[in-house]
């Protein structure tokens, strides 16, 4: 191997062609301005907007003219009872949500990864719910779980159970809205981690079997550490979503009833819509850092054990 | 003996809950889209009695003088746009990025991971559109989509460049090619099926977008299909045959999509998954 000389000529000879045309400007065949019209466009609508709403945050603003009043904003959105509720709602859903996808996007990788029938037919019917709009799929859901007559009581009291009044009850508006997240996130999840169940090399599960270890025993000492990159991506991508989410909220509740299913990003829009475009931007700013203080070390954590392994 | 058992038993469960899951909202959805006014109401999983798709269909098309119908080409202009423009776009950005190294890689990797992670900050976003007279206007969400979806797409457009070998690129420019003709004439044709996947996963995303069109081109005389829907749940209160009928025609433009390009949309949204 080290006495392998053959490279070097192939080596020599790229090397004036790359060096001449870096030297003079404009002829390296890869030139900077192509980076030139996304990055005026990235700027302008996506930057400056994110590096002047720590500004506006410590601001009384109504977009012409705008009053200096420090971190009042904040002490208003720590202070009152409906904007708390927003920040713990915005855990608390991104939590539920990232946990349930998780764990219902393994077993059914590992059930449609198994030999059963009907494969084909029962990934395509997972994963269309992720095409659709979060808007139908709220309003859809929404008569579904009509206390009264919707589906899903009246399913549940046919085998007898007492649903709860989901939507228009306080303790579950939120946990509701979750749970459709889930119906309509779970099929990407699923596919997520079919990709990375498929790339394990057959010869571990072969290899295990031989040695006599149980289905259980090789899912969790070789498909859960192998599969440990999507469950990265998993965890990192409907964390991401679920700290954000608006869309499914606010078509099915509003943040209602009350504010008791109200997060960050229905607040914001709240405050911007009542014309308190300081407090709207500060509520930004809290969006901002939950979400980077969150998924910044967490995907670092995830990615240094993966280098471990 | 117990492999079948596992094979057909485990399948038929399998089955059975995905049609109690997925299929009968999907279906209720449908069945109630085609009902009357009075059957729709009761909120059952029950077959129309009388089919009123054709009744449903042209009540909702021309209900608020023709709305949806507007709403229509607004989405599609805004999709067709924005995704044209994203895609040769972050091709360019993606194929300096992987090609050239240079002080600017950690730059512009840091500023794509942002773009992935951060929070659009909302009302600043507005400021910046009113300074430029794009507040209010298609023009605008369409930048504004561009904007938001360039990290993806350059995330996705890098990642199979890296495949394409760059003794191609200097074959190409000892041919004499300069850098405009050898990347729309000679590396541009090869990312075809990555092209498709950008468009078909974007496409999907931007048409089925909300957040931004209620922000960005508030209204009801210009709005989006989302908007238009969502707008349609406060009027049609009463009225579910209507409102399911609106859900089904702008869930056709994606279903379509699903049916052709099911495996560039899988391979779009599962990028990354195997690498991390």
């Known amino acids: ?309 | 003996m117990s492999t079948a058992l596992k094979r057909y038993g485990l399948g038929v469960l399998a089955i059975a809950v995905s049609v109690v899951v997925f299929i009968i909202p999907l279906l209720f959805m449908v069945l109630t889209a085609v009902k009357d006014r009075k059957e729709a109401a009761k909120l059952d999983f029950a077959w129309p009695t009388n089919f009123q798709f054709v009744e449903n269909f042209t009540a909702v098309l021309s209900a608020r003088k023709f709305m949806l119908v507007t709403a229509f080409i607004n989405s599609t202009i805004l999709t067709v746009a924005s995704v044209t423009i994203l895609v040769i776009l972050a091709a360019m950005v993606a194929w300096v990025l992987q090609r050239r190294k240079s002080r600017w890689n950690g730059v512009a990797n840091f500023l794509i991971l942002s773009g992935l992670i951060i929070p659009p900050a909302i009302v600043p976003t507005i400021w910046v559109l009113q300074s430029m007279g794009l507040f209010k206007t298609l023009p605008g969400l369409i930048l504004i989509e561009v904007a938001f979806g360039l990290s993806f797409c350059v995330m996705l457009f890098r990642a199979f460049i890296a495949s394409i070998p760059k003794e191609l690129d200097e074959a190409a420019v000892i041919d004499g090619c300069g850098p405009v003709r050898l990347f729309f004439r000679v590396i541009f044709p090869l990312l075809r099926s990555v092209i498709i996947t950008v468009i078909v996963v974007q496409s999907v995303h931007i048409f089925n977008d909300f957040q931004n069109p209620l922000y960005f081109l508030p209204g009801d005389a210009n709005a989006t299909v989302q908007l238009t829907l969502f707008n349609f749940q406060s009027q049609f209160t009463t009225n579910y045959n209507l409102l399911f009928m609106n859900i089904l025609l702008i869930t056709v433009p994606p279903f379509i999509m699903y049916l052709f390009f099911n495996r560039q949309i899988v391979a779009g949204m599962t990028a990354g998954a195997v690498k991390g």
């Open chain 1, 1 to 309: 191997m080290t006495l392998n000389t053959a490279p070097t000529p192939t080596a020599v000879r790229p090397v004036p062609q790359a060096a001449h045309p870096k030297r003079r400007k404009g002829k390296s065949p890869y030139p900077y301005w192509f980076y030139l019209p996304a990055a005026v466009i990235y700027t302008a609508l996506f930057l400056v907007p994110t590096v002047v709403s720590f500004f506006f945050s410590l601001t009384r603003w109504n977009l012409s003219e705008f009053t200096f009043i420090g971190l009042d904003n904040f002490v208003q959105l720590f202070q009152e009872p409906a904007l708390i509720k927003g920040l713990t709602n915005t855990f608390i859903y991104g939590l539920v949500t990232s946990v349930l996808k998780v764990v219902l996007g393994m077993l059914l990788a590992v059930l449609l990864t198994s030999q059963i029938i009907a494969r084909g037919y029962l990934r395509s019917v997972m994963f269309f719910p992720v095409l659709l709009s979060s808007i139908g799929v709220g309003i859809v859901f929404t008569a579904l779980m009509d206390p009264r007559n919707g589906m899903i009581n009246e399913g549940l009291a046919a085998i007898g159970i007492q649903g709860p009044a989901w939507l228009t009850d306080p303790a579950w508006a939120l946990i509701s809205v979750a749970l459709v997240d889930v119906w309509k996130g779970v099929g990407l999840a699923t596919v997520i981690y079919i990709a990375g169940i498929v790339s394990i090399p057959q010869e571990y599960f072969e290899a295990a079997k031989m040695d006599g270890a149980s289905s259980f025993k090789s899912f969790f000492n070789i498909t859960l550490p192998l599969a440990r990159p999507a469950t990265a991506t998993v965890i990192i991508l409907s964390l991401i979503g679920g700290l954000r989410s608006f869309d499914l909220i606010w078509a099915m509740t509003k943040g209602g009833p009350g504010f008791t299913s109200d997060v960050i990003a229905s607040v914001i829009y709240k405050q911007y819509q009542a014309g308190f475009y300081g407090l709207s931007t500060a509520g930004n700013v809290v969006l901002f850092v939950i979400v980077t203080a969150i998924i910044l070390p967490l995907s670092m954590f995830l990615n240094r054990k993966e280098v471990e392994q």
